[in-house]
C-alpha cells in the first residue's frame, strides 16, 4: 500500500524507491529561493549532439561541485563551480531531511513550455550503482513523467509543486525512465535542482 501524507508520499513501485515531499519548503521560502537563483546563477545554455548534428539544449543549467569532477551526460561534459552560499545551505536542509550526503547539484531552468528534458536515467558510472538523487522544484509546476523499462503498464505522472522534494533512489535509475515534457501551455519559468552524489572511478 502507498504511504500518504501531507508531509511525506512514498510510492510503491517495482524496482524503484520515490518518495515526495509536496511542502518540503514553505511558499515564503520557495519564493525567495526562485528570485535569488534566478538572478544568482550563471545560465550556461549548452549545445548537444543528436546523431551527429548540433542543437541547442532545450533549457539552462549550471553544474555546482564541492571537487573539480566533471560531469558528463549526453553529449555535454560540464564542470562544477564552487557551491554558492544560497545552494549549500539547501543541500544541508536536503541531507538533515533524507540522511544523505550530496556533492554536486546540476541546476535547470525551464525557461517556458518549449523546455524540455527528454526520456533519461541519471545513469552515469560516476553516479555509482542505485544513486540517490533529490530534486527540489521551484516555480511552475510541471509533470514528472516515469515509466518502466520492461513493464509497459508502469507510466505514471506527478505534479512537482513549487518548494516540493522528489527523492528517487533505490534500482530505479537501472529500470526506469524520467523526463519532463514539452507543453503548448502558456507557462512560466521553474527551476529544478538535482542533487547527487558523484563517486571517483
Ligand atoms: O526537472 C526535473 O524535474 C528533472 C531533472 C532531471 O531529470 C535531471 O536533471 O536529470
Ligand atoms: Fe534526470
Same mark, same amino acid.
Given at each position: 500500500m502507498d504511504l500518504f501524507s501531507e508531509e511525506k508520499q512514498v510510492f510503491n513501485l517495482p524496482d524503484a524507491e520515490l518518495i515526495y515531499y509536496p511542502n518540503f519548503l514553505s511558499k515564503q +521560502?520557495? &519564493?525567495?529561493?526562485? *528570485?535569488?537563483? !534566478?538572478? +544568482?546563477? &550563471?545560465?550556461?545554455? *549548452?549545445?548537444? !549532439?543528436?546523431?551527429?548534428?548540433?542543437?541547442?539544449?532545450?533549457?539552462?543549467t549550471t553544474l555546482y561541485g564541492e571537487n573539480n569532477q566533471p560531469y558528463a551526460y549526453s553529449s555535454i561534459t560540464m564542470n562544477p563551480?564552487?557551491?554558492?552560499?544560497?545552494?549549500?545551505?539547501?543541500?544541508?536542509?536536503?541531507?538533515?531531511?533524507?540522511?544523505?550526503q550530496f556533492n554536486t547539484v546540476l541546476l535547470n531552468l525551464y525557461r517556458n513550455g518549449n523546455d524540455s528534458n527528454g526520456w533519461h536515467a541519471d545513469n552515469e558510472k560516476e553516479?555509482?550503482?542505485?544513486?540517490?538523487?533529490a530534486s527540489l522544484t521551484i516555480g511552475e509546476e510541471r509533470p514528472f513523467h516515469f515509466k518502466h523499462r520492461k513493464f509497459k503498464e508502469e507510466r505514471h505522472k506527478l505534479i512537482l509543486k513549487h518548494g516540493s522534494l522528489l527523492i528517487m533512489k533505490g534500482a530505479m535509475q537501472h529500470h526506469w525512465l524520467h523526463q519532463i515534457a514539452k507543453t503548448k501551455k502558456a507557462i512560466g519559468e521553474r527551476i529544478n535542482l538535482t542533487f547527487r552524489k558523484l563517486v571517483s572511478l
Open positions: +521560502e520557495a &519564493d525567495q529561493l526562485f *528570485d535569488t537563483l !534566478k538572478q +544568482e546563477t &550563471d545560465w550556461q545554455e *549548452d549545445d548537444i !549532439k543528436i546523431f551527429g548534428k548540433v542543437y541547442k539544449q532545450p533549457r539552462l563551480k564552487p557551491f554558492t552560499h544560497e545552494v549549500k545551505a539547501i543541500k544541508t536542509k536536503i541531507e538533515t531531511k533524507t540522511e544523505h553516479l555509482g550503482k542505485n544513486p540517490v538523487i
